[in-house]
């Protein structure tokens, strides 16, 4: 049922690209294991090893906290319509912030999305499919607004003002670095 591969093939690279939503899992060397849904067209396939994905200003940051203590992520992708079948990518990924000279490499790669912190760079190493027989059947409605309403709102001050007071650190205390040092 189970298959590995080494790298992203071009079935992978379709399904993903038919995907509305993942799943991003990554966890310090102690403290919480962190598992966030991702949408809004958020996510590309770079090449057969490599993965960006945009993320949005959210309640938390830990993502970005855990990668600084451990660089693990991996990525889940689950088919809520049509034929049964997860995929997860693995490997080692890298955060870039506005600030970096990487993000203005990437951010093109994107549709404009209000209120976005960072680009996670995924240097994939293992690609695994299973069945997904246990995934329900779903129905994608669309993509909800609110983020970029949200963003708009606040503004670039306010958005930073809320990265310092919300996103700076983990829920285990851990730092982000959203906010330069």
Excluded at 114 to 138: A, E
Aim: aromatic share 10%; net charge negative; proline share 4%.
């Amino acid at each position: 049922m189970a298959q590995r591969f080494s790298s992203i093939g071009d079935k992978h690279r379709d399904f993903i690209g038919e995907q509305k939503l993942f799943f991003v899992a990554t966890a310090a060397r102690d403290g919480r294991v962190n598992v966030s849904p991702k949408g809004l067209d958020s996510l590309r396939v770079l090449d057969a090893s490599t993965v960006a994905w945009l993320n949005g200003t959210g309640s938390g940051n830990e993502t970005a906290a855990h990668l600084l203590d451990n660089p693990r992520m991996t990525l889940m992708f689950c088919a809520f319509e049509g034929n049964p079948l997860i995929l997860r990518l693995y490997g080692e990924a890298v955060a870039y912030h506005p600030r970096d000279a990487a993000w203005d490499d990437l951010i093109g790669l994107f549709t404009p999305l209000g209120g976005s912190r960072q680009i996670f760079k995924l240097h994939v190493d293992l690609v695994q499919t299973s069945c997904g027989f246990g995934v329900p059947l779903l129905s994608y409605e669309g993509d909800r607004e609110l983020m970029h309403t949200w963003a708009a709102r606040k503004g670039e001050d306010g958005l930073e003002r809320y990265w310092e007071e919300k996103n700076q650190l983990s829920l285990d205390g851990q730092p982000t670095h959203i906010i330069e040092d």
